[in-house]
């Protein structure tokens, strides 16, 4: 059986538009990510033993539990809580929740290194703490922690290919679609391979010309 050309280029349009959700869950995921993670950080880096602790807690949970596990979870129990999502959704919460477990420790490790002078010198000037946080240490930490959080985008953009247990037609689960169809798996999930590839190559250009905007300013 030889090469076929022919296959990749008719079922190209249905993978590069099942690529579009893969494109979805992991950027709203890495929203969910920074917003939810900044918090989490915040808590962790808290003087309230109890915050620190319940911080620490979620922290360990969701990197020790596998995410396909996290998946199933939240959109098999949240509507016994009352919250019936459409699958997208559950899935986008779930790989956000998740990885914001993962940017407060990027998040944490980078605030550490900013000297601890600028958090003494905001706090003789009388600056609240949200506005500590907000103006003077999440900026820098971004700045500082941007290389791994472009990472974490990265590593989100392969992950999302789990939501395909949950119904979700993005890139994995259409290819695998497709080969059921046409009987041609090495085609299929070579362009899968490489569209994957170009995604995660587009955000780390991307991530290198802002970090270098970043230097730079």
Do not use: H
């Amino acid at each position: 059986m030889s090469f076929s050309f022919d296959t990749i280029w008719q079922n190209l349009p249905y993978m590069l538009t099942a690529a579009r959700w893969t494109i979805l869950i992991s950027v709203a995921g890495m929203a969910i990510s920074l917003i939810w993670g900044t918090f989490l950080c915040a808590a962790r880096l808290s003087q309230g033993a109890i915050t620190r602790r319940a911080a620490m807690v979620y922290i360990s949970f969701f990197r020790g539990v596998p995410l396909l596990v996290q998946l199933l979870m939240f959109y098999y129990m949240l509507p016994f809580i009352g919250l019936d999502l459409p699958a997208i959704q559950a899935a986008i919460l779930a790989v956000g929740l998740c990885s914001a477990a993962y940017t407060a420790e990027i998040l944490r490790g980078a605030i550490q290194s900013i000297p601890a002078g600028q958090t003494e010198a905001a706090e003789a000037l009388g600056i609240p703490r949200f506005s500590l946080w907000r103006r003077i240490l999440v900026p820098q930490a971004v700045r500082i922690g941007l290389p791994s959080l472009v990472n974490e985008l990265i590593l989100l953009v392969k992950v999302s290919s789990l939501a395909s247990v949950v119904g979700i037609g993005e890139l994995t689960r259409i290819s695998q679609n497709i080969t059921g169809q046409t009987y041609r798996p090495l085609e299929i999930y070579l362009a899968a391979a490489a569209i994957y590839f170009i995604i995660n190559w587009i955000l780390s250009v991307m991530g290198r010309l802002v970090e270098k905007k970043l230097q730079v300013g």
